[in-house]
């Protein structure tokens, strides 16, 4: 199993068509690619904890889109060659070709971000529905 965190830093905020793409790109992925195991989009939130670590009431606002520096992707592959598949695939490429652009571009590589990537070796855990 490939579990990996990928880091994409933006390269001005993160634009309403970016946003509209990445609210979509889940379910795409998930649709034409079964040996990802899971596939998750995220934006950067608000801590919501104060100094003493108790919530913050109220909650603080969400960040802004103009706010945001990063896209993070949590992903988890069946093995590396599902992770080949993924970034060798129609939803990446697609992405990439697409919405490349809002990204800080990676000078050794033309046509891809900046990126920070780890892989990660599990020795422990659970992912618990929220409604359990």
Excluded at 69 to 80: A, S
Excluded at 117 to 127: D, H, K, W
Aim: some cysteine; charged content about 20%; overall charge negative.
């Amino acid at each position: 199993m490939i579990t990996l965190i990928s880091r994409w830093e933006l390269l001005d905020g993160c634009p309403t068509q970016l946003k509209c793409e990445l609210d979509s790109l889940a379910d795409k992925v998930k649709a034409v690619e079964p040996d990802t195991l899971m596939y998750l989009v995220h934006l950067q939130a608000p801590g919501p904890l104060d100094s003493s670590n108790n919530p913050i009431e109220p909650p603080p606002p969400l960040i802004p889109l103009a706010g945001q520096n990063e896209v993070i992707f949590l992903e988890i592959y069946k093995d590396e060659v599902a992770f080949s598949r993924h970034v060798n695939g129609p939803v990446f490429q697609a992405f990439l070709k697409g919405y490349g652009k809002y990204f800080k571009q990676d000078p050794e590589r033309p046509g891809w971000p900046i990126t920070k990537n780890a892989t990660l070796s599990r020795v422990s855990g659970f992912i618990r529905n929220a409604a359990d």
